[in-house]
């Protein structure tokens, strides 16, 4: 599911959408930038606003006294703002932008109504929530179970599959905060994967250089969720 071959350009999940409710979402869209760092959601707080994602990477994380830890990832093929879809008016979650990008948003309240005046909308939104669970089940079976390089793998993997081109600019603090992981740790990860010639590492930047090499490197942490999304968003 490499970002060149499955991704289109804008947002996947508007486009997956039956026509009538794709056109009743647009009439309410904007073009807005995100640029990084910026909070789409804070926890417990009415949400405003929906993004659908289009080129960049926006993180749910869960936000603990001593850190926070990234549970989920929304781009291209998404759309922030699940719980929205599930019937409640905040998330017990914080979103925010960790690589920038553009998205199209609309107010919470236009897409209630959207939901509420389709009956077709609603449920196929929810594929994609099911969707998303999947993805958050295996982050929290990889950050269980996997080795750091293999859980730096598959977050490489799902940020490549939806970002235009094979660089990205990440740096190691970033990534620890993302992995729930010492930055220690997490340079010594980047150093595993450089020696084996699966990513090139520029200032601040990391280059995807092999990217079979990394899948096998992911192991079975990488696949399911995308395999998942696939098949339900046809």
């Not at 289109?8 to 990084?36: F, I, M, Y």
């Not at 929906?50 to 080129?55: R, T």
């Not at 603990?64 to 599930?86: F, L, N, Q």
């Not at 107010?107 to 999947?134: E, G, I, K």
Request: net charge positive; proline share 5%.
């Amino acid at each position: 599911m490499a970002a060149a071959s499955y991704f289109a350009k804008g947002n996947r999940l508007l486009q997956t959408l039956p026509p009538s409710d794709c056109e009743a979402l647009q009439r309410h869209l904007s073009p807005v930038e995100l640029p990084l760092r910026k909070k789409l959601e804070q926890p417990l707080q009415p949400i405003e606003h929906v993004y659908f994602v289009e080129n960049a990477i926006v993180s749910v994380v869960a936000k603990y006294p001593d850190r926070d830890i990234e549970i989920g990832i929304v781009g291209c093929e998404g759309v922030t703002g699940s719980a929205i879809i599930m019937g409640a008016t905040t998330s017990s979650h914080a979103t925010y932008v960790q690589v920038a990008g553009d998205a199209q948003r609309m107010s919470s309240d236009a897409f209630r109504q959207c939901m509420s005046d389709s009956q077709t909308l609603r449920p196929w939104l929810l594929r994609y929530v099911h969707a998303f669970s999947v993805q958050t089940a295996h982050t929290a079976a990889a950050n269980a179970i996997a080795d750091l390089p293999e859980r730096l793998a598959r977050w490489l993997l799902m940020s490549h599959d939806r970002v235009p081109g094979n660089e990205m600019a990440l740096t190691h603090e970033f990534l620890a905060t993302m992995l729930g992981a010492r930055r220690a740790g997490v340079t010594e990860a980047l150093h595993v994967l450089v020696a084996k010639g699966l990513i090139e590492q520029r200032r601040g930047r990391i280059v995807i250089a092999n990217r079979k090499g990394l899948e096998a490197e992911a192991s079975v942490y990488y696949g399911k969720p995308e395999a998942e999304y696939k098949r339900l968003m046809k």
